[in-house]
């Protein structure tokens, strides 16, 4: 009896052994795809050196591991690595130098019809498109960074630096995005969990996403982007606790809300932006806690948005706090911080007793003529101002804060 339990014990181990081994693959004596043709199910391929590839096909599963200075080189020819398989793990490697084309989306890593996928702690540099999922489910993409040539000088050149189409139920987590055309988009993808993600010099945006629901973005750091983050067409979205800088090409703006429905947006800073918020017929959204300063403008809300709160919000320095083309009744303002607000607050409860008309009668000037922003620094300007304060009737009185925070609460910097 012992005799056979030792023996079962052994084969046990050995099975195990057989599949979860660890190879080496040196450059020097063996390519990368015959050493992936060998491999067993979850074997694990220990990478070393300069490896030129042209279309590595990945289609069981496994482990692709690079040690020090290890390299996979696309040569500018076409795909990189396409992964056909679920449960493979691409980590700590350099990527690099995938083809650029018009009509195919050359890729450093592309997934395809793949679940629990795991691409971590990869360099991936001078790429059409970065990671690439289609129809990818259940997937973490973390701790990678996907950088382009600083020096392309047209969108058509670029790609996007982590790209879903059709893919559900993903984790985007920790990666820093440079100097591609979108630096995160989605499109048909939902239940996807983007966090802590950094997205800086996109030739577009630094997110864009389209026709995809019940996603959470948080933590994020958008910077200096040709816009910063565009979502259209989506519903129960949330967007909280992100950073939104440096967007200040003219007429864009680091947060476009196109055709959203019943979503969140909490908690976020709003800093150096030409326009920070540009609504557009967007509905039943809920703005709360979120920090604006020294913006242009702060929120632009066109007339065909509806039904949106905004609550306990700071306004700091902005050149207009709210601009509209129209503003509607259903738009609801309360306890929010404006640093321009003069009213009073007499039983000292942080409310002021005055209500607030954040609309200025120059922003709708600016409205009906954009090229009046000329005139912002203007006497004509302060003279505007002056008149309003004691005539507020030439003023939108739809838009109004009925209980004004009186001091400034500080939060998420």
Wanted: proline residues 2%.
């Amino acid at each position: 009896m012992l005799l056979k339990l030792c023996l079962i014990f052994t084969i046990i181990i050995f099975s195990f052994s057989e599949s979860t081994a660890t190879t080496l693959v040196d450059s020097k004596t063996s390519t990368l795809q015959e050493a992936i043709n060998k491999a067993s199910d979850f074997d694990t391929l220990l990478i070393i050196g300069h490896h030129k590839v042209d279309d590595l096909q990945v289609n069981k599963p496994l482990t692709l591991e690079g040690g020090d200075g290890s390299v996979i080189d696309g040569e500018k020819r076409g795909q990189t690595i396409t992964i056909t398989a679920n449960n493979v793990s691409i980590k700590n490697l350099t990527i690099m130098n995938s083809g650029r084309g018009h009509m195919r989306d050359y890729s450093a890593i592309r997934m395809i019809k793949v679940s629990n996928c795991i691409i971590e702690n990869n360099r991936l540099i001078n790429n059409f498109f970065g990671i690439h999922l289609e129809e990818t489910t259940k997937s973490t993409i973390s701790n990678n960074t996907v950088e382009n040539d600083s020096r392309l000088d047209s969108q058509s050149k670029m790609g996007n630096g982590i790209h879903l189409w059709n893919s559900n139920n993903n984790e985007i987590i920790n990666n820093t995005i440079k100097n591609h055309r979108d630096g995160i988009y989605l499109e048909f993808s939902n239940n996807n969990k983007i966090n802590q993600n950094k997205s800086f010099n996109s030739a577009r945006y630094g997110l864009h996403f389209m026709f995809s629901n019940n996603n959470l973005f948080i933590n994020n750091n958008f910077r200096s982007n040709l816009g910063g983050v565009a979502v259209m067409y989506s519903e129960n979205i949330e967007i909280s606790r992100n950073r939104f800088s440096g967007h200040i090409k003219p007429g864009t703006s680091s947060l476009l809300l196109k055709e959203i429905k019943r979503s969140k947006i909490s908690e976020n800073n709003f800093r150096d932006n030409t326009i920070s918020v540009h609504m557009d017929s967007t509905d039943e959204i809920l703005f709360l806690k979120n920090t604006f300063t020294n913006n242009g403008i702060a929120i632009r809300i066109l007339g065909s948005s509806y039904d949106n709160r905004f609550i306990s919000n700071n306004f700091i320095a902005n050149n207009f706090d709210i601009t509209t083309n129209r503003a509607d009744l259903s738009n609801k303002f309360s306890k929010n911080y404006w640093d321009k607000y003069v009213g009073y607050d007499t039983d000292k409860d942080n409310i002021g007793e005055v209500p607030y008309r954040p609309i200025t009668l120059f922003s709708i000037i600016l409205e009906k003529i954009p090229n009046s922003v000329l005139l912002l620094e203007s006497y004509i300007v302060s003279l505007i101002d002056s008149i309003e304060l004691y005539l507020p009737v030439l003023t939108h009185t739809q838009f109004i804060d009925l209980e004004p925070r009186i001091s400034l609460e500080r939060r998420f910097e």
